[in-house]
């Protein structure tokens, strides 16, 4: 009983646990956010260009086997598809992108200092290199002449 009461302690306070838990509550706040951008700004934005962006009553009946008419609201479905879409979009253009710049932004002076280091270092090793040659050129040519 021990064993198992200390089996699920070491798994819930394994860091995956706890990062899953964080990103899950950091995503139910995120999605607010998300959700105030789209319905405040990106749906008015829309509305205002083209008119109401009001998909919900697009729908189609059809007479099933007892006669009756079986409604397809299909309005519902190509209105959840395009919030999708202007949500996905708002994530990737209003996060993804500015985050992998700021990304990208941060990392490139580390990386030109290690590319310049490298260049030093080589610099370094091929003028010994062709100092070293001079002299064996140079001891040589001494040699020859004598």
Known sequence: MRDL??????????????????????GAAFSGVISGLVDGFIMPLIGWLVGAPDFTSIAFSVPNWKGEET?????LFIQGLIMFLLISA???FFVIMPVKKLSELRRKPAEEEVVEEALDEQTVLLTEIRDLLRVQAGSQSNASNN
């Open 90 to 92: 708002a994530i990737y």
């Open 5 to 26: 009461f200390n089996g699920f302690k070491e798994f819930i306070t394994r860091g995956n646990v706890l990062d899953l838990a964080v990103a899950v509550v950091i």
């Open 71 to 75: 409604v397809f609201q299909i309005g």
